[in-house]
């Protein structure tokens, strides 16, 4: 019997492609490489990069990098760990990657940043002598063309060569039509000054509506210089702007521990994290992070695993608990056993499920890269048709057609639309940073205005995110300020996060007196002598009497911690802690609802305390999602999207980063975790969750002015290209409109500087 031949496993590579500068770069390119057989591509616009699965018997990494420069673009394979050592969360594939799309980038910014020094240094004079003839001394023109050749060549030269590669494809773009407006106005002037008269020594040139008859004697170097020195400025932002979403995969991978403390022979050694094997044991003391996922073998501690889980309660451990690396270890000493390494931890498969997110979200396409495969091949159409109706159906001559012909491509070209987004954007996030708001990019501006749900974690967004005392109930016998008192003298001596609140409660009412004996049993509790007396803190003893079991059972239901007292044997009180709503959050709430968005509460909390929360702060009971782990977040966020809501998220720990990243929306809160921050679309560095509706305001605000700036800039265009095309329009006018249009564009943003908050925070 014949046997059948498994499938052959597709291999994955990421590439880095650099050079791309709108989403339809982005899109040529993976047409191209899904069109190579047995090649499964995405290519990501604002990450730079394409995730690649391919057939090895067909196709290798050498022919994929090749296909997209065949495209007109530059790629490599992102860096992999090529010794046999597991690689450390700061070593693998993602890290090394990613170092090198940032380093593409931040090159392309530092050359962008250069050319539009250089060109805005020159476009000032040049427009100047240009445009005030009391300024035009004898063969002024021959400098203004001097000082624009460099603009032309070398500052214009991205614009040349998109325009070239989308060429090459039957593409379109507003790169096109930069480099043939540009062209058209330098090639004019060049014929002026060598064959017309405009190269004549004590030529002036003034303002008038129509072109000259039949003179070759005007020139429009002014225009070139000013359309590419303002398009620079507009690519330089948009480069700044892109690719944000990289720092949160580098900044969680540097939340791992750097070295280790391992067993060898007896003997402590310190080693790279890189270098640990399953079923070493390393040491972990007070205060230093956990290197890797493992198992306690020895040791009893409480850790900090909010990092992961977003519960602020520190988890207690001892022999035989499952550890993760990264996390906090905040009291005890512990040996731990290896048991994952490498990609395999929880820390590098979070670093995976933002990727993972990040990759998921379709780049949203700019309005004027859509346009533009209709407006750019239109203009040209109406400037080729302008030329041969002159020189066909008018007696006027060469020189006017060609003048109208120009013209038309002077007065079409988008230095308003290439101003529209990042002047409106500028001034936009520059008022959102006065107010604490920290928008990053245009493609968020599109989101908050589609956004209906907003999903908030709980512990850190809602809550404080800081453990604190809720309720004190003393036993009959008893008096609250003894309670207190003494189980601070106790908890004094102990580092773990819950005494730590006691301690300070008891520091703002009551004097503390001094313990001894103090004793640290693992997983029952705290003991010592408090002015002669045994005071133990923990679990119950025996039964509870009904006033202390009511507000222990209280406290569990509705999410809080609770820990016994026991005076001389004798339960003396309950103290209940808990993470305490943040007092805005409520009217955050409101305001949320105001816009129009379902709030919902998605916490890694117990549900007890999830739906205490939502209580407080006005959330439905429905809207509230409890007990998830990080992958669980994506999850629901999925989820939420799959039912056709456009969803945004609220957080501020490592554990939401993978669900900012998925969600529509993401917003961090600034006093979270910097993955948290980096992962998300809008941070907001206040803390306060009611800037969550002035970002939402705001951004809203600010995509309006853009929409408005597109439109004008458009109608513009639309207006004044008959009129150009009909012979009436002076190609220098053209370019004084064209200035006037940009001019309009930078003073409709300018409104944003007048935005308020809705809760009068100071700006």
Same mark, same amino acid.
């Given at each position: 019997?014949?046997? #059948?031949? *498994?499938?052959?496993?597709?291999?994955?590579?990421?590439?880095?492609?650099?050079?791309?500068?709108?989403?339809?770069?982005?899109?040529?390119?993976?047409?191209?490489?899904?069109?190579?057989?047995?090649?499964?591509?995405?290519? =990501?616009?604002?990450?730079?990069?394409?995730?690649?699965?391919? @057939?090895?018997?067909?196709?290798?990494?050498?022919?994929?990098?090749?296909?997209?420069?065949?495209?007109?673009?530059?790629? %490599?394979?992102?860096?992999?760990?090529?010794?046999?050592?597991?690689?450390?969360?700061?070593?693998?594939?993602?890290?090394?990657?990613?170092?090198?799309?940032?380093?593409?980038?931040?090159?392309?910014?530092?050359?962008?940043?250069?050319?539009?020094?250089?060109?805005?240094?020159?476009?000032?004079?040049? +427009?100047?002598?240009?445009?005030?003839?009391?300024?035009?001394?004898?063969?002024?023109?021959?400098?203004? /063309?001097? +000082?624009?050749?460099?603009?032309?060549?070398?500052?214009?030269?991205?614009?040349?060569?998109?325009?070239?590669?989308?060429?090459?494809?039957?593409?379109?773009?507003?790169?096109?039509?930069?480099?043939?407006?540009?062209?058209?106005?330098?090639?004019?002037?060049?014929?002026?000054? %060598?064959?017309?008269?405009?190269?004549?020594?004590?030529?002036?040139?003034?303002?008038?509506?129509?072109?000259?008859?039949?003179?070759?004697?005007?020139?429009? /170097?002014?225009?070139?210089?000013?359309?590419?020195?303002?398009?620079?400025?507009? &690519?330089?932002?948009?480069? &700044?702007?892109?690719?944000?979403?990289?720092?949160?995969?580098?900044?969680?991978?540097?939340?791992?521990?750097?070295?280790?403390?391992?067993?060898?022979?007896?003997?402590?050694?310190?080693?790279?994290?890189?270098? /640990?094997?399953?079923?070493?044991?390393?040491?972990?003391?007070?205060?230093?992070?956990?290197?890797?996922?493992?198992?306690?073998?020895?040791?009893?501690?409480?850790?900090?695993?909010?990092?992961?889980?977003?519960?602020?309660?520190?988890?207690?451990?001892?022999?035989?608990?499952?550890?993760?690396?990264?996390?906090?270890?905040?009291?005890?000493?512990?040996?731990?056993?290896?048991?994952?390494?490498?990609?395999?931890?929880?820390?590098?498969?979070?670093?995976?499920?933002?990727?993972?997110?990040?990759?998921?979200?379709?780049?949203?396409?700019?309005?004027? @890269?859509?346009?533009?495969?209709?407006?750019?091949?239109?203009?040209?159409?109406?400037?080729?048709?302008?030329?041969?109706?002159?020189?066909?159906? #008018?007696?006027?001559? /060469?020189?006017?057609?060609?003048?109208?012909?120009?013209?038309?491509?002077?007065?079409?070209?988008?230095?308003?639309?290439?101003?529209?987004?990042?002047?409106?954007?500028?001034?936009?996030?520059?008022?959102?940073?006065?107010?604490?708001?920290?928008?990053?990019?245009?493609?968020?501006?599109?989101?908050?205005?589609?956004?209906?749900?907003?999903? +908030?974690?709980?512990?850190?967004?809602?809550?404080?995110? *800081?453990?604190?005392?809720?309720?004190?109930?003393?036993?009959?016998?008893?008096?609250?300020?003894?309670?207190?008192?003494?189980?601070?003298?106790?908890?004094?001596?102990?580092?773990?996060?819950?005494?730590?609140?006691?301690?300070? !409660?008891?520091?703002?009412?009551?004097?503390?007196?001094?313990?001894?004996?103090?004793?640290?049993?693992?997983?029952?509790?705290?003991?010592?002598?408090?002015?002669?007396?045994?005071?133990?803190?923990?679990?119950?003893?025996?039964?509870?009497?009904?006033?202390?079991?009511?507000?222990?059972?209280?406290?569990? !239901?509705?999410?809080?911690?609770?820990?016994?007292?026991?005076?001389?044997?004798?339960?003396?009180?309950?103290?209940?802690? &808990?993470?305490?709503?943040?007092?805005?959050?409520?009217?955050?709430?409101?305001?949320?609802?105001?816009?129009?968005?379902?709030?919902?509460?998605?916490?890694?909390?117990?549900?007890?305390?999830?739906?205490?929360?939502?209580?407080?702060?006005?959330?439905?009971?429905?809207?509230?999602?409890?007990?998830? +782990?990080?992958?669980?977040?994506?999850?629901?966020?999925?989820?939420?999207?799959?039912?056709?809501? =456009?969803?945004?998220?609220?957080?501020?720990?490592?554990?939401?980063?993978?669900?900012?990243?998925?969600?529509?929306?993401?917003?961090?809160?600034?006093?979270?975790?910097?993955?948290?921050?980096?992962?998300? @679309?809008?941070?907001?560095?206040?803390?306060?969750?009611?800037?969550?509706?002035?970002?939402?305001?705001?951004?809203?605000?600010?995509?309006?002015?853009?929409?408005?700036?597109?439109?004008?800039?458009?109608?513009?265009?639309?207006?004044?290209?008959?009129?150009?095309?009909?012979?009436?329009?002076?190609?220098?006018? *053209?370019?004084?409109?064209?200035?006037?249009?940009?001019?309009?564009?930078?003073?409709?943003?300018?409104?944003?500087?007048?935005?308020?908050?809705?809760?009068?925070?100071?700006?």
């Amino acid at each position: 019997m014949p046997q #059948t031949q *498994a499938p052959l496993e597709l291999l994955q590579v990421d590439l880095g492609v650099t050079g791309m500068t709108c989403t339809s770069c982005s899109s040529r390119v993976e047409r191209k490489l899904n069109k190579v057989e047995g090649v499964e591509a995405s290519v =990501n616009f604002a990450t730079e990069s394409a995730s690649v699965k391919y @057939d090895p018997t067909k196709v290798d990494t050498g022919q994929l990098i090749e296909t997209i420069r065949n495209t007109g673009y530059d790629a %490599f394979a992102m860096k992999t760990d090529t010794t046999e050592e597991s690689p450390g969360p700061g070593e693998n594939l993602m890290a090394g990657g990613q170092s090198q799309i940032d380093a593409a980038r931040e090159a392309e910014a530092a050359d962008l940043k250069h050319r539009l020094i250089v060109s805005a240094l020159l476009a000032v004079p040049i +427009m100047l002598l240009s445009m005030v003839p009391a300024l035009q001394f004898n063969n002024w023109q021959w400098a203004v /063309l001097t +000082m624009t050749t460099p603009v032309y060549f070398w500052g214009g030269a991205p614009f040349h060569r998109a325009t070239l590669v989308n060429l090459r494809h039957g593409s379109f773009t507003m790169d096109t039509l930069v480099s043939l407006g540009t062209t058209a106005a330098y090639l004019w002037s060049l014929w002026a000054l %060598f064959i017309g008269n405009a190269g004549m020594p004590g030529m002036k040139m003034e303002m008038h509506l129509l072109p000259s008859a039949s003179t070759m004697d005007e020139i429009y /170097l002014e225009t070139v210089a000013v359309v590419i020195a303002f398009l620079l400025l507009g &690519r330089w932002f948009e480069t &700044r702007a892109k690719g944000q979403s990289s720092e949160a995969l580098r900044t969680l991978l540097d939340m791992g521990a750097k070295d280790a403390a391992v067993l060898r022979d007896g003997a402590e050694v310190h080693v790279p994290v890189s270098r /640990l094997k399953v079923g070493d044991i390393f040491i972990t003391r007070p205060g230093e992070k956990i290197a890797t996922d493992g198992t306690v073998t020895e040791g009893s501690s409480a850790v900090d695993e909010s990092m992961l889980t977003g519960e602020s309660v520190p988890v207690e451990v001892s022999k035989g608990s499952k550890v993760t690396g990264a996390t906090l270890n905040t009291s005890g000493r512990l040996l731990v056993e290896v048991t994952r390494v490498g990609a395999d931890t929880t820390l590098s498969q979070m670093a995976r499920l933002v990727t993972d997110a990040q990759s998921k979200k379709a780049p949203v396409q700019r309005l004027v @890269d859509q346009i533009s495969q209709i407006f750019v091949p239109t203009v040209i159409g109406i400037s080729i048709l302008t030329l041969l109706a002159h020189i066909f159906f #008018t007696d006027a001559g /060469l020189a006017p057609a060609f003048t109208a012909a120009v013209a038309v491509l002077i007065i079409a070209c988008p230095c308003a639309l290439g101003l529209a987004t990042p002047t409106a954007l500028l001034v936009g996030t520059g008022r959102g940073a006065q107010m604490g708001l920290l928008i990053k990019g245009p493609e968020i501006l599109e989101s908050t205005k589609k956004v209906d749900t907003i999903v +908030m974690d709980k512990t850190g967004t809602v809550t404080s995110g *800081a453990m604190s005392v809720s309720e004190i109930t003393a036993a009959p016998g008893f008096e609250e300020e003894e309670v207190l008192a003494k189980a601070a003298a106790v908890e004094s001596a102990s580092e773990h996060p819950i005494a730590q609140a006691i301690v300070r !409660e008891a520091e703002r009412s009551v004097p503390v007196p001094e313990v001894s004996a103090f004793n640290n049993t693992a997983g029952q509790g705290v003991s010592g002598t408090v002015e002669g007396q045994t005071v133990t803190i923990g679990r119950p003893a025996g039964s509870l009497e009904p006033t202390l079991q009511h507000a222990f059972d209280a406290a569990q !239901e509705q999410g809080g911690t609770p820990v016994v007292i026991q005076i001389e044997d004798k339960n003396a009180g309950v103290i209940t802690i &808990r993470d305490t709503v943040k007092k805005t959050s409520a009217e955050a709430v409101a305001g949320l609802k105001e816009l129009g968005l379902t709030p919902m509460l998605l916490t890694g909390d117990n549900a007890g305390a999830a739906r205490a929360v939502a209580a407080e702060v006005g959330i439905d009971p429905e809207h509230v999602i409890a007990e998830v +782990m990080p992958e669980e977040k994506v999850a629901q966020i999925e989820k939420l999207q799959a039912q056709g809501k =456009n969803v945004a998220m609220v957080g501020d720990g490592v554990n939401d980063a993978a669900a900012l990243a998925q969600a529509d929306l993401g917003l961090a809160m600034g006093a979270g975790t910097d993955v948290a921050i980096e992962a998300s @679309d809008i941070t907001l560095m206040n803390n306060d969750l009611r800037s969550t509706v002035d970002a939402i305001r705001l951004s809203r605000r600010t995509l309006g002015i853009i929409r408005g700036n597109l439109f004008w800039a458009f109608a513009y265009n639309v207006a004044l290209i008959p009129v150009a095309a009909l012979g009436l329009l002076n190609p220098m006018l *053209a370019g004084v409109a064209m200035a006037f249009s940009s001019v309009f564009v930078v003073l409709n943003s300018l409104r944003l500087r007048g935005f308020r908050s809705s809760h009068g925070a100071a700006a």
